[in-house]
RNA sequence: GGACCCAUAGCUCAGUUGGCUAGAGCGUACGAUUCACAUUCGUAAGGUCGCAGGUUCAAGCCCUGCUGGGUCCACCA
């Protein structure tokens, strides 16, 4: 392949891609699956391959039906970072795709497609709705899983799992019927949020709380056996009295203490309700008098509980009222209410009403109000399983990424209530319980499990049964991810279980994490991953949610397309930490696009290199010294090694070099404490900062430094090896340029997806700290020349140096970095304007004029170095920093006052010269 | 009411176990540029680290309180 000018990422990925899948580099080494070649009934990989670590890690499965957005696109940079690191540090990396049959989000959008169609979901039975919605799934698969490839995502495709895949179901059904023999599973008539809208039942966690203005009435209840007597009660609910079983006062309360036990009149019925004392009613709140009813409010119900009250439900699933008086019957609640409060006022019952500000709660999807509603369903109890799992991460067998993940997700458990786990949707796996259809077989059970759900009706024992025509919480199902995708079964070995870490969205604490660890402690007796990432959100470069209404999203497969897979993935990471919400940043994405762009460029003009060397070993021309030297008459360009005949041995060997000089052991010794830091950030999660590093390294060192003095030095073999070591350390995280280049390069072999983590160089430590005079000199030359008056100074005025021979030994080099006319040894008296350098007798020759021009500049630069000083010196002079500080530190501090009262008495000398 | 998080340059954020003259990217200003890259190179300006105390030889970092912002959980008849 041949190095065009510019890297066009849309030109190679598709192709990069598609060639690493061909060659299945993406499968792990070691099988997931058992294997028993030997026959002796144990599990060959847990005897002979162990050698090689298994790296496990499994996506958390985008919905079947949608496209990706931007927080996938966040999800997989992590994660596909993750398994590349791991996969070039030898591992068998692992990291599963999936599916999501997203249950409830799927039907909506089919619902709606129905409705398009002029159809209901009540002319078709079960079976055939979820047929349709298999075939509606179907079509859109495809989306999903093209997105994932162009993220570049390294996944075994073979290896993807649907939620509603076969083994998923089996792995469901049989943990529910461990469950149900435990006593783990309950059917309960109880009070549940209830979407009048999608007819659907949800757990409490998906319930949205929104805090909106209300009304507050205050109702007459008078008392049964003396109408003269009345208790107010406050409701925000009129509509609901009918429901009313009871009025509650606080036992507390001195104002009605003896009303206790006697009846009061139901308004605009003839029942009569006793009155109770119970601590829910709070004095303080309106009349401190409460209704209660116990089959449409959540705490009313609890108060039932306690007081044996009957529950009456009024309110229908279609939100129509019943059992209620032949006037109110079949009215929409919202009639009911209207009704009610006019027919009160009528009486003289109704006394008054105050606005107030309340959280109701709403549908999550179409924000209808939810009605607590009374219905039978399947109840977890989730005590004994929470329990289990805190005692795990309690001890610590769970890492969080933040940390204080751990604390707030105790806190959960701590306060979790039983969970519901029926849906009144038939898009999902069907829960696998029948009722006993037949009156008169009074011994059977009421309820049986059984696996037969493709069936309405099942015969057992000569008595008929009647499926459960819910579905499973999808939640319920996707608590077993690890385990489901991993493939763990009670009789296997598995060395992918638990998986290495679990990365997902820090909004899935409560709803996925929590239970797949309940699950994974109660399934198998370990957790299901041994660390946690909980990425935030990605909001809009504004630092808002996105939202559709908002108009804010950001569509990260157009960002692909215009930057590159590689832009978007380095873009996306960059300033972005642990369970932190942050705002997206094209601009991070365009920084990310330049690296891959730059990155080109050095492999391109290293590609030169090795292909000039190429030709002039073909050619017999033995190297010579660079033919910059040319312009410069009188000066022998003695540099370290140059000439070194060892060397031509080194560069034989592709990937073998020797350091010849400061600067090649200093980009040794910087690649080196790259790959340290690269090495700690990604064990740490750090993304941000591993990213950040690569790109200094690669950029403001090996490129700006050391690719500027290898264009005089041309070590060949050290080139090869840098930029091979550079580019498999960025290949995490930008998997497509690193691949491309790789295959372009001459020397190169394989995929860099499947190379070797590198090892760290080889080089001369004295030589490496040396280089850094090199820079600070350079540096020097650079500020002074733009910070004298004039324009162009570079050219204009020599460099001349006085008995140093680190500056008459690199001069090429300087001359190269600071771009001077020449560099000349200092001959007579000083002249010209001397650097502030201690150690080194440096002068630009420049004339007396502009010097003199330039004496504020020195004057302001002496006092700030002063003040540095009277800083360090203040710290000596105190006895207790003296001597309780480490030596070390104090030392470097006597250093630093050297150094300084050095700088300044030049500085000084420098002054008085002008 | 309970829990958690955040506050550092104009913007977005780093700052690892307390030890530099508090850093980066973007943006801004000035300058350079036939020789890999204008998706380039060099230089610079810009900070009372939210406020007030405390611990320490030493605090952006630890402790206490306060202010401002955010998130979650529970409750709201």
Redesign the pocket.
């Known amino acids: 392949m041949k190095f065009a000018?510019?890297?066009?990422p849309g030109e190679y990925e598709s192709d990069i891609y598609a060639a690493w899948e061909y060659a299945g580099i993406f499968n792990p080494t070691t099988p997931t699956k058992p294997i028993d070649d030997d026959g002796d009934g144990v599990d060959d990989r847990e005897e002979g391959n162990k050698k090689r670590n298994t790296y496990s890690i499994v996506m958390p499965p985008p919905n079947a039906n949608g496209n990706l957005h931007i927080g996938h696109g966040l999800t997989v940079a992590l994660e596909d970072s993750l398994t590349r690191y791991y996969r070039l540090r030898g591992d068998s990396a692992w990291y599963v795709p999936g599916a999501d049959h997203a249950g409830f989000e799927t039907w909506v959008v089919y619902e709606k497609f129905l409705e398009k169609q002029g159809h209901t979901r009540f002319e078709y039975d079960r079976n055939e709705l979820y047929a349709k919605v298999w075939d509606f799934v179907a079509e859109q698969r495809g989306n999903m899983e093209l997105q994932l490839r162009a993220l570049g995502a390294s996944c075994a495709w073979d290896d993807l799992t649907f939620t509603l895949d076969e083994n998923v179901i089996d792995r469901v059904y049989t943990t529910f019927e461990k469950m149900w023999n435990d006593g783990l599973i309950y059917r309960g008539e109880k009070l549940v949020n209830y979407c009048p809208k999608h007819r659907t039942a949800f757990a409490?966690?998906e319930v949205t709380?929104k805090?909106e203005p209300?009304t507050?009435w205050d109702i007459e209840y008078k008392l049964a056996d003396d109408p003269e007597k009345a208790l107010i009660?406050?409701?925000?609910?009129p509509e609901t009295l009918f429901g009313d079983t009871a009025v509650a006062i606080n036992p507390e309360d001195k104002r009605y203490k003896d009303l206790v036990g006697k009846k009061v009149k139901l308004p605009l019925t003839d029942r009569t309700i006793p009155i109770i004392a119970d601590e829910h009613?709070?004095p303080?709140?309106?009349t401190?008098?409460?209704?209660i009813t116990p089959a449409h409010?959540?705490?009313d119900f609890e108060v039932g509980e306690r007081h044996d009250l009957e529950r009456i439900q009024v309110i229908s699933e279609s939100g129509k009222m019943i059992n209620v008086p032949e006037k109110y019957y079949d009215l929409t609640t919202k009639e009911c209410r209207k009704q009610v409060l006019k027919d009160l006022k009528e009486q003289g019952l109704l006394k008054d009403e105050h606005k107030?500000t309340?959280?109701v709660a709403h549908c999550y999807k179409c924000d209808t109000v939810l009605e607590p509603m009374l219905k039978e369903q399947w109840f977890v109890d989730v005590e004994k399983l929470a329990k289990e799992a805190m005692k795990h991460i309690e001890a610590d067998e769970i890492k969080f990424f933040?940390e204080?993940k751990k604390?707030?997700l105790l806190?959960?458990y701590n306060?979790l209530r039983d969970w519901n786990i029926s849906r009144q949707i038939p898009w999902g796996i069907a829960i696998p319980m029948f009722k006993k259809a037949d009156e008169d077989a009074t011994d059977e059970p009421d309820w049986i499990f059984d696996r037969r759900t493709n069936l309405k009706e099942i015969e057992k024992g000569g008595v008929r049964y009647v499926r459960d025509e819910d579905t499973f919480d999808t939640w319920f199902s996707s608590s077993h991810w690890p385990i489901i995708c991993t493939n763990w079964t009670e009789e296997n070995y598995n060395p992918y279980y638990p998986l290495n870490v679990m990365e997902t969205g820090a909004?899935l604490l409560?709803s996925w994490v929590s239970r797949m660890i309940m699950m994974g402690v109660y399934i198998t007796g370990e957790v299901p991953f041994r660390e946690v990432y909980m990425h935030g959100m990605v909001l809009d470069s504004k630092?808002q949610k996105m939202s559709k209404s908002k108009g804010n999203v950001i569509n990260p497969m157009e960002l692909v397309t215009k930057y590159g897979s590689d832009a978007f993935r380095l873009g996306i990471m960059r300033?972005r930490?642990a369970g932190?919400?942050?705002?997206f940043?094209e601009?991070?994405v365009?920084?990310g696009?330049?690296l891959?762009?730059?990155l080109w460029?050095?492999s391109?003009?290293i590609q030169?290199f090795v292909d000039d060397e190429d030709s002039e070993l073909k050619n017999g021309i033995s190297r010579g010294l660079p033919e910059v030297t040319t312009e410069d008459e009188g000066v022998s360009p003695v540099t370290t090694g140059a000439n070194d005949p060892s060397r031509e041995d080194a560069i034989l060997g592709s990937f073998s070099y020797s350091t010849d000089n400061m600067g090649e052991d200093w980009i040794c010794r910087e690649i080196n404490e790259c790959l340290d830091?690269v090495e700690?950030d990604i064990k740490?999660y750090?993304f941000?900062?591993a990213v950040?590093t690569l790109y200094?390294t690669i950029?403001?060192k090996y490129?700006?430094w050391f690719?500027?003095s290898q264009k005089i030095f041309k070590n060949v073999g050290l080139l090869k090896t840098t930029l091979s070591t550079l580019l498999i350390a960025l290949h995490p995280f930008a998997p497509f340029v690193t691949e491309t280049i790789w295959q372009s390069l001459s020397w190169t072999e394989g995929f860099i997806a499947t190379a070797k983590w590198p090892a760290r160089l080889e080089y001369d430590p004295i030589s490496a700290e040396e280089f850094e005079n090199i820079r600070i000199i350079v540096?020097e030359v650079?500020?002074t020349l733009?910070?004298l008056p004039g324009?162009?100074n570079?050219?204009k005025y020599k460099l001349l140096y006085d008995n140093d021979s680190l500056v008459e030994d690199n001069q090429f080099l300087i001359k190269t970095l600071t771009?001077v006319p020449a560099i000349d040894p200092l001959e007579g008296s000083p002249r010209g304007l001397r650097l502030a350098l201690a150690n080194h007798e440096l002068y630009l020759d420049v004339p007396e004029k502009v010097v003199k021009e330039y004496k504020d500049t020195l004057t302001e630069r002496i006092l700030s170095v002063g003040r540095?000083l009277d800083?360090l010196n203040l710290r000596m002079e105190?006895p207790?920093?003296v001597n309780?500080?480490?030596a070390h530190?104090v030392k470097e501090t006597q250093d630093?006052i050297k150094e300084k009262e050095a700088l300044i008495s030049r500085l000084k000398t420098e002054l008085e010269l002008i």
């Open positions: 000018s510019s890297y066009e409490d966690i709380h805090d209300g507050l009660v406050s409701t925000t609910r009613a709070d303080e709140y309106g401190g008098v409460v209704k409010d959540f705490d107030i309340h959280s933040p204080n604390k707030v806190n959960y306060n909004d409560f630092g300033g930490s932190m919400n942050q705002a940043s601009n991070s365009i920084a696009r330049n891959c762009n730059k460029n050095i391109r003009l030169t830091q700690y740490n750090r941000s900062e950040d200094q950029w403001d490129a700006d690719l500027e540096s650079r500020g733009t910070a324009t162009n570079a050219k771009r540095e800083a105190n207790n920093y309780r500080a480490p530190l630093q």
